[in-house]
Nanobody, 119 residues
Framework: QVQLVESGGGLVQAGGSLRLSCATSGLTFSSYSMAWFRQAPGKEREFVARIIRGGGPTAYADSVKGRFTISRDNAKNTVYLQMNNLKPEDTAVYYC????????????WGLGTQVTVSS
């Protein structure tokens, strides 16, 4: 059974930082492309960042480029999202997702972690 469990969300002031983690189990982690998505209240879920299996190329939404960094530790089966210079518009539930392909519709999803940025 595949499980993705996010952690590290919370309340932070604008300009602050948070590091999200997503611990996985039940899959061959190094074979999976891992991604972060987010969904703000009243909005559709949107892509944030992706890292290809094995720690290869990364991709970011324009809105987070230069502020967020995605990374992975294949030994710990965990993917991270370092978020710096947070803005109120980054407030959302952040979801971790996994798929064998680099797709905008991953097969496996976590339950999400809330990030709230106050102004």
């Amino acid at each position: 059974q595949v499980q993705l469990v996010e952690s590290g969300g919370g309340l932070v002031q604008a300009g602050g930082s948070l590091r999200l983690s997503c611990a996985t189990s039940g899959l061959t982690f190094s074979s999976y492309s891992m991604a972060w998505f987010r969904q703000a209240p009243g909005k559709e879920r949107e892509f944030v960042a992706r890292i290809i299996r094995g720690g290869g190329p990364t991709a970011y939404a324009d809105s987070v480029k230069g502020r967020f960094t995605i990374s992975r530790d294949n030994a710990k089966n965990t993917v991270y999202l370092q978020m710096n210079n947070l803005k109120p518009e980054d407030t959302a539930v952040y979801y971790c997702a996994a798929d064998l392909r680099a797709t905008m519709n991953p097969r496996y999803w976590g339950l999400g972690t809330q990030v709230t940025v106050s102004s």
